[in-house]
């Protein structure tokens, strides 16, 4: 009965590839994020959603493209990957402004 | 921009040894403090959420104040369990997005 849940959890790949990350809540929530946190453990908003409509993007690369098919998925493409993309994503949900719940994090390196 | 910052960056403790730790912060109009606990290849998770100075939340061992320039977090006679990460984080009236400090890493030590 995991609230949030990533998948994959590790994720090895060399540059130049295309990779997903799925992001899942059973919450209920009305708003979803990506955040990435870096290898100094500072964790910085990407994108958000709320109810399927991408409401923040923050300053990322457009080789990193968000969907969300509905309110409770919450994907994350990335393409053709460079080594500074290496780092732990975090999914993460909240309802009406609420606290975040974080998923688990995706520990992506790219070799 | 909101920002955070967090101090110390490290906090080696004996158990027992109470200690608090500085969430300095500059936000436009707060909505919302929040602290975080997070283990290592955890995500964080969810501790407390002060609205307002003069604000207090408690949960076992630990205790969240809040001014409108700072939060601490206390912690009273830390047992070992209580070693993490501990994050800060801002949400102001600009966006629904939460600015983390760097995070400060708590070692209790029997």
């Known amino acids: 009965d995991t609230a949030v849940s990533q998948t994959p959890k590790y994720l090895v790949t060399q540059m130049g590839n295309d990779k997903s990350i799925k992001c899942e809540q059973n919450l209920g929530h009305d708003t979803m994020y990506w955040y990435k946190q870096d290898s100094k453990k500072f964790l910085k908003i990407m994108f958000s959603y709320n109810n399927k409509e991408l409401i923040i993007n923050e300053t990322v690369p457009n080789r990193f493209s968000p969907k969300s098919p509905d309110k409770a998925h919450l994907n994350l493409h990335i393409n053709s990957l460079e080594l500074g993309d290496s780092a732990v994503y975090f999914c993460?949900?909240?309802?009406?402004?609420?606290?975040?719940?974080f998923g688990q994090g995706t520990r992506l390196t790219v070799v | 921009e909101d920002q955070v910052t967090q101090s110390p960056e490290a906090l080696r403790l004996q158990e027992g040894e109470s200690s608090s730790l500085n969430c300095s912060y500059t936000?436009?109009?707060?909505?919302?403090l929040f602290w975080y606990r997070q283990d290592p290849g955890k995500g964080p998770e969810f501790l407390f959420t002060l609205y307002s100075a003069g604000e207090e939340k408690e949960k076992e061992r630990l205790k969240a104040t809040l001014t409108k320039k700072e939060s601490f977090l206390h912690i009273t006679a830390p047992k070992p369990e209580d070693s993490a990460t501990y994050l800060c984080a801002v949400k102001g009236a600009a966006g629904n997005k939460l600015t983390f400090g760097g995070g400060t890493r708590v070692l209790v030590k029997p």
């Open positions: 936000v436009s109009g707060l909505r919302g």
């Open positions: 993460a949900s909240t309802h009406r402004g609420s606290e975040a719940f």
